[in-house]
Structures are given as structure tokens and as C-alpha cells.
């Protein structure tokens, strides 16, 4: 439902075009909010002003700046800034505390009926039960902490980046080049492996995604061993894989 773009350099958005024009030829018919920095919007309405697309949805365009929070009744966008050659965000989605385990055996002993008495207490409300007050503490756990992602593309290790990623429970980081080409990591503004890793283990995240591998290493696995050097819970994935995050 949202599609997050971090800066405008032509590999992150030479493919929203295509994907646009995709989504509305197979009947997509849900709204689509594309965020990104401020740029975003001129870009897709020019595209699709020139060859003439009108989305089968509605599309919102929302441009936004570091520092900011997009908020979701389910989740929360951080929104920071990375350290690339030119203004590029990166994103932290969090998910909002969710309410703690219900015990429902322990509601059948005391006497609970399943039904609407359950579900208020649940909620957090206390219920009264034959004279006897019944707090929701009694029978749910502790709020459970929501999950947290954090992505950080083109971008060199700095401090915001840390920050934003505190206690991810992944974080996906720019992992451009491998620990000899680290002066062309510098100079364009990526990280390397290990300096991603570095960036996993000040910020107390649970797991690294290496990404954004440049083209040049036919075979990445040097990258995932320098990273897990430092970081071991680090995962080298591939296109299109599925990676869970336990919670
Ligand atoms: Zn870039
Ligand atoms: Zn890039």
C-alpha cells in the first residue's frame, strides 16, 4: 500500500514507472501512496504525464523530509536522512506495541464466559463477575514491543543511521563494496560490509540484511564474511527472498 523510495538516483526509481503502469494493467484498484524525498512527485507525474498513464487507482504522492513520522493505526515511518552524494532518506518502520497474551484457561477457571466479558478484557478494561471486580491484568501478559525495520540504502555509516536504527530487530543497510575497494565505498557515498556491520552492532539491531551489492562481485560471499566478522547475524539474501523476522 506504500511504497517508500529513498533518493533519486536512477537505480531506485527507474523501476516505479514500469511497476505503476504493471499494477494498474493487472486491475489493481486500492489506493497506492508512493513517500519519497522532494523530487518524487515531479518525477512520477512527468513520466506519466508523457506517455500518457492514468493509474486504475488512486495514487497519492507524498514527499517528505528527515525527521518526520508517517503515521499508521498499526505502524509508525521514522523518517531520517542517510549520507549519500546527494539528499537521500532513509526509513524506519516500526509496528505499535501489541496488547499482551490473553490466558484463556485461566478465564475458564475463574468463571469467565467466552464472549463479550473475553473481549473487554483484552482491550484492557476490567469486567465485574458475580460482585467480584476482574482487572485485565489478571489475565493478559505485558504489551508485546511491535517489530522493527529499518532500511538504509546509498549511504555511508554515520550517527542518524544508528539512531534511527536503534534495537531493529532487521536492519537492511548499504553494503555497496568489500573491505579493499573501502576508499570507493568513501568516495560514493556507500558503506562496506563490514562498516554496514559496524553500523548493526552500535545501533544493538538483531539482524543484518546486506544490500545493495555492487555489480562487480560475481560471487558476494567475501562480503557476508567480512560483515559477519563483526555482526555475526548477518544474512547475504537474494532478489525476491522471503527473509522472517521471528518477533
Ligand atoms: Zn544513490
Ligand atoms: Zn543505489
Known amino acids: ?14 523501476g516505479l514507472p514500469g511497476m505503476l503502469h ?6 489493481r484498484t486500492r489506493e497506492l501512496e508512493i513517500i519519497g524525498p522532494k523530487g518524487i512527485a515531479e518525477l512520477v507525474t512527468a513520466v506519466n504525464r ?5 493509474a486504475n487507482f488512486d495514487l497519492r504522492i507524498r514527499e517528505v523530509r528527515p525527521g518526520q513520522i508517517i503515521r499508521d493505526p498499526e505502524y509508525k ?15 524506519a518502520f516500526e509496528e505499535v506495541p501489541k ?24 482491550s484492557g478494561r ?3 463477575l458475580k460482585g467480584r471486580c476482574i482487572s485485565s491484568s489478571e489475565l493478559v501478559g505485558p504489551s508485546r514491543k511491535g517489530l522493527k525495520i529499518t532500511y538504509a540504502v546509498d549511504t555511508r555509516p554515520c550517527p542518524q543511521v544508528v539512531k534511527l536504527a536503534s534495537r531493529s530487530d532487521l ?17 560514493y557515498g556507500h558503506s562496506t560490509a563490514a562498516e554496514a556491520a559496524h553500523v548493526a552492532k ?30 555475526p547475524e548477518t544474512i547475504l539474501p537474494h532478489d525476491m527472498v522471503t527473509v522472517s523476522v521471528p518477533p
Open 22 to 27: 504493471s499494477l494498474s494493467f493487472m486491475g
Open 126 to 128: 476490567g469486567i465485574k
Open 77 to 91: 515511518i521514522h523518517v531520517s536522512a542517510g549520507k549519500h552524494g546527494i539528499p537521500c532518506l532513509a526509513y
Open 99 to 122: 496488547p499482551g497474551r490473553f490466558n484463556p484457561g485461566k478465564a475458564k477457571k475463574l468463571g469467565i464466559p467466552e464472549g463479550p466479558l473475553w473481549k473487554k478484557l483484552q
Open 1 to 14: 500500500m506504500r511504497i517508500l523510495i529513498s533518493h533519486l538516483h536512477g537505480d531506485h526509481v527507474f
Open 202 to 231: 552500535k545501533s544493538r539491531s538483531r539482524r543484518l540484511a546486506l544490500f545493495h551489492i555492487s555489480a562487480m562481485y560475481e560471487d558476494a560471499s567475501p562480503l557476508l564474511a567480512q560483515a559477519k566478522a563483526v555482526f
Open 50 to 54: 508523457v506517455v500518457t498513464f492514468y
Open 171 to 187: 536492519l537492511i543497510h548499504d553494503s555497496c563494496f568489500d573491505e579493499t575497494a573501502a576508499t570507493k565505498a568513501r568516495d
